[in-house]
């Protein structure tokens, strides 16, 4: 049967040709799953698309849904899927630990749980060796948090405002997006000005926003933080590069203050940013603690926090653990990404097609007015919609329509940011420079249809 992967006949290109044909999909329509979702799942916000995809199968850069159709996973499952959906090698390697055994807890040994700590260690800068796992970013930071916490014997947390930290009670304190908080207790985080080059006050002068987290530091604390916790890139508040020349500078103040200096790789880490492994490294700081999920399992279950020995020595006054963090099949998983990375070269493509694809979404920027700013770097891109590009009115519905416009070409992309008008592009790593081409050339077609 041939498959329509292109739903628009006045546009031409096709999706790059792509040797693999998912098998057959005998399961439930989308309809009875639709069905079955609004009975017995919790209702969510999260409604991208009119009608959402039903999607059945996915090989590297492509989803497939229940028709067989293809399309270019330009969200790669929320920053997640870094080596490409269904990689061979990730595969093989959960399936051979899953064979032998598939849980065991911290009162054993397992080597799968250990390999993956070394290597996990080997690619960490300074005196950063020591992992916990978790299984989810909100639990990393949710734990770092309280190491923080315990190792400083303050209380108080800075975070940035539109940050995106996680979701439980802790962790929501850290966010700051209204979007994202509910009004339960939160305490002892405050909100520094955010370093945003595009609509924060200082523009890229990332000097004068430090000057505000030393302010909360001398007007709203003892004098004394547990610490400071931030993204490089933030990626749920719609791909918001720090100013440059920022973490120094707040590194500074926060260790002068007695705190430990958090960095969240949840999204930016592993190679997503092109340039480096970690986000940090791209304002050339070195954390005192490191937390990660997302692309470190490539989709299965998994997060950690990366410390010293001597901050990790707090953990040691209580019996801590964490039942499924460090499952051997979630870190055999890890462990194959890691070697996935580094022999596929992932960042490295990371960086030379992630580049292509921001220079030609810069140019698109020349040609439509409605793209006030285009951002990021390597597979972390943003593309903020504006109305009016003066007062940087933000365009929601418009990025609505584009988005599903761009669906019906074959083409997935995300969106985020406070009003919802930023596209996040961020693809499993090994998206192709024809990938990158066809979904600048969808998104093209789109807008000069409006
Ligand atoms: N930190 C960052 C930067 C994130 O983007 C997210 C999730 O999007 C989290 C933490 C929370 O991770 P999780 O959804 O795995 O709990």
Redesign the pocket.
């Known amino acids: 049967k041939e498959v329509v992967e292109n739903n628009n006949e006045g546009f031409l290109p096709k999706l790059p040709p792509f040797d693999y044909s998912p098998p057959p999909y005998t399961g439930p329509s989308a309809a009875d799953i639709l069905a079955k979702r609004k009975a017995y799942l919790s209702p969510s916000l999260f409604h991208f698309y009119n009608k959402p995809l039903n999607i059945v199968d996915g090989k590297m850069q492509y989803l497939f849904d229940e028709s067989g159709r293809r399309y270019l996973d330009a969200f790669g499952g ?2 997640t899927v870094c080596c490409g959906h269904c990689h061979p090698d990730v595969i093989k390697s959960i399936t051979n630990q899953i064979n032998r055994i598939q849980h065991t807890t911290v009162v054993y040994l397992n080597h799968a749980i250990a390999d993956f700590a070394e290597a996990l260690a080997s690619k960490m800068p300074g005196n950063l060796k020591v992992v916990f796992f978790t299984n ?6 949710e734990l770092a948090m309280m190491i923080a916490r315990l190792y400083t014997g303050c209380n108080d947390i800075i975070s940035l405002r539109n ?5 439980a009670a802790g ?1 929501m304190g850290a966010t700051a997006q209204s979007n994202w908080k509910f009004n339960v207790v939160q305490t002892g985080v405050h909100h520094a000005l955010n370093p945003d080059p595009y609509r924060g006050v200082f523009g890229s002068d990332g000097e004068k926003y430090a000057k505000d987290v030393q302010d909360l530091i001398d007007f709203g604390t003892s004098g004394h933080v547990a610490g400071f916790i931030s ?1 490089a890139i ?3 508040g719609g791909i918001i590069e720090l100013a440059p020349n920022y973490l120094p500078a707040v590194y500074a103040s926060i260790k002068k203050a007695g705190g430990l200096c958090i960095a ?5 880490g592993f190679g997503r940013t092109g340039s480096h492994f970690w986000g940090f490294e791209t304002q050339g700081v070195v954390p005192d603690m490191v ?1 990660m ?2 692309g470190i399992g490539n989709g299965i279950p998994l ?1 950690a926090v990366v410390t010293t020995p001597e901050v990790a020595e707090v953990l040691t006054r209580r019996c801590y653990f964490n039942t499924f963090g460090g499952n051997p099949v979630c870190t055999a998983a890890g462990l194959a990404v890691l070697n996935v990375i580094e022999k596929e070269k992932l960042q490295n493509n990371a960086f030379v097609v992630g580049s292509h694809l921001k220079e030609r979404l810069t140019a698109l920027k020349d040609k439509y007015e409605i793209i006030g700013d285009v951002r990021g770097r390597g597979m972390m891109l943003g593309v903020e919609l504006v109305s009016d590009r003066q007062l940087k009115t933000p365009a929601k519905a418009e990025t609505l329509h584009v988005m599903e416009q761009m669906k019906e070409l074959g083409v997935l992309i995300g969106k985020g940011g406070f009003h919802g008008n930023v596209f996040r592009i961020t693809p499993p790593l090994c998206l192709t420079k024809d990938d990158a081409d066809y979904l600048v050339d969808a998104m093209d077609y789109t807008l000069s249809k409006m």
């Open positions: 929320i920053a989810s970013g909100t639990e990393a930071n940050a995106y930290h996680g979701n962790t993204e933030q990626g749920v969240d790789e949840v999204q930016s937390t999920a997302k997060g």
